[in-house]
């Protein structure tokens, strides 16, 4: 056994892996996710979930995209059942660049577009691409949980910068940035979801938009700009890109998963042309190529439907949950309890009452038949306790009042406990919505906390 | 620029790609593809290409797998289209274990099964999970070229084993085994494909397997069965895979590229408990999940089609290719050339007479409109130049006849020419289909070459 070696490694059953002396040393830094058990919980159907982000597939016109997709092998089995390139379908990239034209991307060629299996796989390899062991990634405190999962694979070392109601903190960057240069880290870039952020739901406003690319010019610093749900806003157009400023130091992860369908897989990487090389020769290694026929129902879809009304219509539907959210915390919501104001995608960020703490009152909230992702799975540094992610895109919004109700129930129990031992300081909350800083974890820390890995289940 | 530290790598436009400095050490390995611009030559319709290892889709009732598709869609879009399982659909996994039966394996459940994007995607999964950068893979001379691949990304070095007409050699396993041991090089694993080799076209003989298993008992050795070949035998059954012989020392990778269809993009890992468990997190950094539509395409094929009978009709189509291509080998072929006599799968394997390079002599093929892949793309080592693979898979018997006769035009005029410099020995070549051994490169050497990373194009 390698316990000496590998501190933080127990594994489960020791004595039944004979291979466990095997691995590779990132091997050991992955760890069976603790709430996968809680998962297969959660599932029953007496559970309100707002724990996965599972976008509303059954508003798409399902038989219109069954008929186009049976077509599309009855009549192109030739292509559509075959190995394809592993850049991905021509035609599709070409319809990519129409679709990132809605964000202020104008100059993008076809020729710089990599299709991958889900902005996931892209995510990974450009972290790939560009990291080595140690090399330290730049993300928003919280970050993205599935995002951590491959920076920690790829043994980076992950250091959050604080964001706030109006995203990533320029100032935080700049003074993360030297301290990197000053300690001699390596930073090998920024990871950002600049639009309606998971977890944290904020948007990160015009004016840092602008602030940010400076920056990025100045330290020289490149950018992974990972936008899935861009075009999931509630009340405005899209805001222009990160990438629609720069072209050089910003590399563009996209995704069908929140505007089309998950169950597809694709997604893509807009990068300059030397970059775009070594995706292509990543993705071969790794995939050989993209489906085909997952490839071109995307295609198709994007030439024969009515894909922007139907972009419209999700959002429509995603407001409605999103609104149930925001009033039933309002409502109901103990005070001391802080969240922010999404106003699009899929999720809000919430703070509880000083004391608490999300993962320990889990199993409680499970009991009581709601489910929400514990915040410290959005953090490689252990931070994160007292937060929580509440997901909106899945379930009605008289489920998700329900739940709420429930949940607001839990939390009262337990501050109700709580205030049986001491006393809770409510006075030092901040307002509703209004959050200063969402977090300002600043120590540069290992291996990502991979616990909630299946918070989007 | 990097030229001093990585001397083999010399970007194609060095002052174009200002990120140069910034990508991983694996990425400085990574080489673009010499021959991608010959493919897209090799594409032109009056070339031959006996190349590419693309199946003969075509030959699937389209029109029943289209409907069958279209109405999964409409029917069950609410589970095609969405997130899944990181492991996999459990309805597939079972169908999978019921596959893997037919050779042998009927101990699988499908707990074990780890359904992946191609077999492709759960050879690098398991490369991942196991090496380290320096680690040893042994591994056939020559081997499947997308292998070498993974091991280059993954930075570990190759050391080839000898094969013959009769598979891996298990003297020189044992041979390897011994001088990793005695150098001190860690062995990660033996990769090997057991049934109609790609690219050598020969399975390994019973008591081989037997041999070989015995092998990694005594050494401690664990063993990747690449196999997605085995249902694809011309003469008789299909032989009891390795996994059916020991469950804790095989590691089982499938896929339904070649039984189905590429374009889907599923294969599978059946691995033990401890290893799956390592492999799902390694895919969840990865994809988060396989796309959830092709699977319910594959599951629902093996449902409700009549799929062991399409194996058989694919099996008889190759047969037919296979009969074509060795006939005119037979028939065309100068003194001097010898290969190797597949009764199944793909390909054969072809020995040029001595002095001959296939890669040199490639651009006057593809003049004379035929193509192949030159041989040291399946080494790590350099070796393999005398050597080409044929692919008879995706061409018509007539094609393939006209392609073997330009060949064997080609390589007449190349003998003519080197005979007018030096005499050719054409004394001590190998009986055709006995090459004594295919090839015995002994070194262990750094990433692979990936010149001929598009063969299946
Ligand atoms: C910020 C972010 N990036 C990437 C992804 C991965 O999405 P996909 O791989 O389905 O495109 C998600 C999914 O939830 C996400 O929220
Ligand atoms: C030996 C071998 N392994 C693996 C693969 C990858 O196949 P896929 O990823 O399509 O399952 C191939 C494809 O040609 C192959 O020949």
């Not at 508003?59 to 069954?66: E, K, Y």
């Not at 307002?431 to 977090?439: E, F, K, M, T, V």
Request: proline fraction near 7%.
């Amino acid at each position: 056994m390698t316990h000496g070696a590998h501190p933080h490694v127990v594994p489960r059953h020791p004595r039944l892996d004979p291979l466990a002396d095997r691995y590779a040393a990132r091997t050991h830094g992955m760890k069976t996710s603790e709430i996968r058990a809680l998962f297969s919980v959660v599932s029953r159907p007496e559970v309100v979930s707002l724990a996965g982000g599972m976008p509303a597939v059954t508003a798409l016109p399902l038989d219109a995209v069954g008929s186009m997709i049976g077509d599309l092998v009855s009549g192109m089995g030739a292509q559509t059942l075959q190995y394809g390139s592993g850049q991905g379908d021509p035609r599709l990239r070409e319809r990519i660049c129409d679709v990132m034209a809605l964000e202020g991307i104008t100059d993008a060629s076809p020729s710089e577009v990599v299709v991958t299996v889900g902005s996931q796989q892209g995510l990974d390899l450009v972290t790939r691409v560009f990291c080595d062991p140690g090399d330290v990634i730049l993300a928003e405190g919280p970050s993205y949980v599935g995002a951590l999962g491959v920076f920690q694979a790829a043994q980076a070392r992950v250091r959050h910068v604080a964001m706030d109601d109006d995203g990533l903190i320029p100032e935080a960057l700049e003074e993360a940035l030297l301290d990197c240069r000053a300690n001699g880290d390596r930073v090998k870039f920024l990871y950002t979801v600049p639009n309606f952020h998971n977890p944290a739901g904020v948007t990160l406003s015009e004016p840092r938009r602008e602030a940010i690319v400076a920056l990025a010019e100045k330290y020289d610093l490149l950018i992974i700009e990972d936008n899935p749900y861009g075009l999931l806003g509630f009340d405005r157009e899209p805001m222009r890109a990160l990438r629609a400023r720069n072209n050089r130091r910003v590399i563009y992860l996209g995704s069908f998963s929140k505007t089309f369908s998950p169950g597809l897989r694709v997604g893509w990487v807009l990068a300059p042309l030397a970059v775009r090389e070594k995706l292509v020769l990543a993705t071969e290694a790794q995939v050989l190529c993209p489906p085909s026929l997952t490839q071109y129902a995307v295609a198709r879809y994007l030439d024969t439907q009515p894909w922007r009304e139907q972009i419209k219509l999700f959002a429509e539907l995603y407001r409605e949950r999103r609104d149930a959210t925001l009033e039933s915390l309002a409502a109901l919501m103990p005070p001391g309890t802080v969240w922010t104001q999404p106003d699009g995608g899929f999720y809000v960020w919430l703070k509880l009452p000083h004391g608490l703490d999300a993962k320990l009152m889990q199993p409680r909230a499970v009991n009581a038949h709601v489910a929400y992702v514990p915040g410290i799975g959005f953090f490689a540094d252990g931070n994160g306790r007292e937060y929580m992610r509440l997901s909106y895109c899945y379930p009605e919004p008289d489920q998700i009042r329900e739940g709420v109700r429930r949940l607001a129930r839990v939390i009262e129990a337990e501050l109700d406990l709580h205030s049986t031992f001491d006393a809770v300081d409510t006075g030092s909350f901040r307002a509703i919505g209004r959050p200063d800083a969402l977090d300002s974890g600043t120590t540069i820390v290992g291996p990502a906390n991979s616990d909630t890995y299946e918070d989007r289940r």
